[in-house]
């Protein structure tokens, strides 16, 4: 599952997970944004310790150029 | 005499329980560019296999071989009764380029639960149902540009995935595979010629032929030259695009081995099988 909210919102929840799991070594973060084909959408994986006020949705193939 | 005997039976001993001698696959065959595994593939090779890091608190270790093959007591040890996933899966080639991933969501996952994950018996690297891929330094368009390509592979369940592309260049993909994409485009900007799958000549038409061919644990062997681009952009990478992925993750992976050569390829497939069994 995904939240899915503004570019800034999904990168706090990235914040948020990565400093609250104390990554170190090679792991420096939980996970990059991922940008709706369209430019305008955000999302990001929810970590499954993590909560936020963000919606979830499943990503589905739209969100993605075709290839 | 009594020192004497003594010491010819002491070493007689010592031979009787040395280890058999061990000879890796890039111990016989030579040239490699980059090469990942989950056993020693060069017995010179003296570094470890991958870096893991367990889910319960983030930490991270390397783990090395015993016995020439991952070391699953150490592993499981480090993941006892939590998931493990792959930061680094180490060059044996001897040119350091090892596969990584600093985005904990997108590594590969090598334990779950405190189990090793098997395939066929033998550890295996997982990317199911997220964006799961690795990038490297390797480019794979320099040097000798006429490559020997064999990867130890199965895909997982997700819809779409990729075993090779590059670090963010989107048009170079290699093995595109769809569950149900009639698209012919498996392979962009790399030429593959004398392709086999398990030993056998591999024909496919399109993606869904490709999705369907690697259900189970599968040698890809083929010649391949690619055209991807020198630039840092064209990193050869795990999954269609590491910077942005696009839907289309890694597959499942024990072992990618690339030469740059394209010599004995039937030797280093039956080889390769004498390890893995797959066929």
Known sequence: MYYTGTKLKCENYNKKVTLSEGYSGSTTRWSDVVTHKDGNRFAIIKHENYSDEMDLIELTDDWFETI | ?????????????????????????????????????????????????????????????????????LDTASLATFCSGTDGFVSIWYDQSGNAKPMFNTSASRQPKIVTSGLILLENGKPILTSDGSTSGMTSDYIADSGVS???????????????????????????????????????????????????????????????????????????????????????????????????????EM?????????????????????????????
């Open chain 2, 1 to 69: 005499m009594i020192n004497i005997i003594q010491n010819t039976i002491g070493a007689l001993a010592r031979r009787g329980s040395a280890a058999p001698s061990f000879t890796g696959l890039l111990d016989t065959y030579s040239g490699a560019s980059v090469g990942y595994s989950l056993r020693r593939l060069r017995t010179a090779y003296s570094g470890n296999c991958v870096k893991v890091r367990r889910a319960s608190d983030s930490t991270e270790l390397d783990i090395g071989f015993v016995n020439n093959v």
């Open chain 2, 251 to 279: 597959t499942n992976m024990q072992e990618l081995v690339i030469f740059e050569n394209q010599t004995d390829q039937a030797a280093k497939e039956t080889a390769i099988n004498s390890f893995y069994n797959a066929y």
């Open chain 2, 146 to 248: 006429a490559k020997g390509l064999f990867i130890v592979t199965k895909r997982n369940s997700s819809a779409n995935q990729c075993i090779l592309g590059s670090y963010s260049d989107g048009n170079n993909m290699n093995y595109l595979l769809n569950s149900s994409s009639t698209s012919t485009t498996v392979n962009l900007n790399v030429a593959v010629t004398a392709q086999k799958l398990n030993g056998s000549a591999w024909v496919y038409t399109n993606r869904i032929d490709v999705y369907t061919d690697l259900a189970s644990q599968s040698i890809i062997s083929a010649n391949a030259v690619y055209s991807f681009g020198a630039d840092p952009t064209d990193a050869l990478s795990l999954g269609y695009r590491y910077t942005s992925p696009v839907n289309f």
